[in-house]
C-alpha cells in the first residue's frame, strides 16, 4: 500500500543547511514533489522531481532521489528564518492523486 | 501566473446553515480538486473534476456538494455540517493529461468554523 513518511520537526540556525527526508514505499511513484505551508495559508510547490532522476537543483533547493531505498530529501542552502514552515513530500502513482506525507515542521533559529 | 484564488478566506456557520466555497484559476488547468485539512495533519484528497467532470470523490459526506460549472471554477456547497467539519478547505489545480507531471498549485484555502 501507498505510505509516505516524515520526521516531525527540524531545527537548524539560521546560514546552515537543512535537511528534510522522506521515505515512501511504493515503487511504481512516477513524480515526486516538495510543498512549503506556512501557517494559516495554502500549500506552496517548491519542487518536484521525475521518478528516472537522481537529483535536481534550483537555486538554494537540491531533491536527492534514491529510488532503490525509496528516500527522497531535501535540502535548503543557507537557511533563512522565512524557511520556517511546515514541508510536506508527495508522491503520484496514479496521475492526479497525490499521497502526502505527514509533514516536517522546519524552526529557524536566528 | 500560478495563482489559485479561494473565497471567502474565513467562514463560520452554523449546523442549519447553507453556504458555499468558491475556487478559481485561469492557468488553463482541466483538473481541479478539493481538499480537507485539519491541524497539524496533511491535506486530505475530497473530490477531483476533470475536464468538469466528476472522477474522484473519496467517499465524501453527501452534505458536501462539489460542482463545477466550467473550466476555471470550482464549488463546494455545505449544508448541515457537523462541528467536525470544522478545518481548512483547500482547492488546487493541474494539467489533467495523461503522461504529465501532475503538480498540483494550491489556492490560499478557506478556513471553516461549524458552530
Known amino acids: 500500500g501507498e505510505d509516505v513518511e516524515q520526521s516531525l520537526f527540524l531545527s537548524v540556525r539560521e546560514g546552515d543547511s537543512s535537511v528534510i527526508n522522506c521515505t515512501y514505499t511504493d515503487s511504481s511513484s512516477t513524480y515526486l514533489y516538495w510543498y512549503k505551508q506556512e501557517p494559516g495559508a495554502g500549500l506552496q510547490l517548491l519542487t518536484y522531481i521525475f521518478s528516472n532522476m537522481d537529483m535536481k537543483q534550483d537555486q538554494r533547493l537540491t531533491v536527492l532521489l534514491n529510488k532503490k531505498d525509496k528516500h527522497l530529501s531535501l535540502r535548503i542552502a543557507d537557511t533563512q528564518t522565512g524557511d520556517s514552515a511546515i514541508y510536506f513530500c508527495a508522491e503520484s502513482i496514479t496521475g492526479n492523486m497525490l499521497t502526502f506525507g505527514g509533514g516536517t515542521r522546519l524552526m529557524v533559529k536566528p | 501566473d500560478t495563482e489559485v484564488t479561494q473565497t471567502p478566506k474565513h467562514l463560520v456557520m452554523g449546523m442549519t446553515n447553507k453556504k458555499s466555497l468558491k475556487c478559481e484559476q485561469h492557468?488553463?488547468?482541466?483538473?481541479m480538486y478539493w481538499y480537507k485539512q485539519k491541524a497539524k495533519k496533511p491535506p486530505e484528497l475530497m473530490f477531483v473534476y476533470s475536464y468538469e467532470k466528476l472522477s474522484i470523490n473519496e467517499s465524501v459526506p453527501s452534505r458536501f456538494s462539489p460542482e463545477c460549472p466550467n473550466s476555471s471554477l470550482l464549488n463546494l456547497h455545505l449544508h448541515a455540517l457537523q462541528p467536525e467539519d470544522s478545518a481548512l478547505y483547500l482547492c488546487?489545480?493541474?494539467?489533467?493529461?495523461?503522461?504529465?507531471?501532475?503538480?498540483?498549485?494550491f489556492g490560499p484555502g478557506t478556513r471553516l468554523t461549524v458552530t
Open positions: 492557468m488553463g488547468h482541466r483538473a
Open positions: 488546487a489545480s493541474s494539467l489533467a493529461e495523461a503522461g504529465g507531471s501532475y503538480e498540483q498549485y
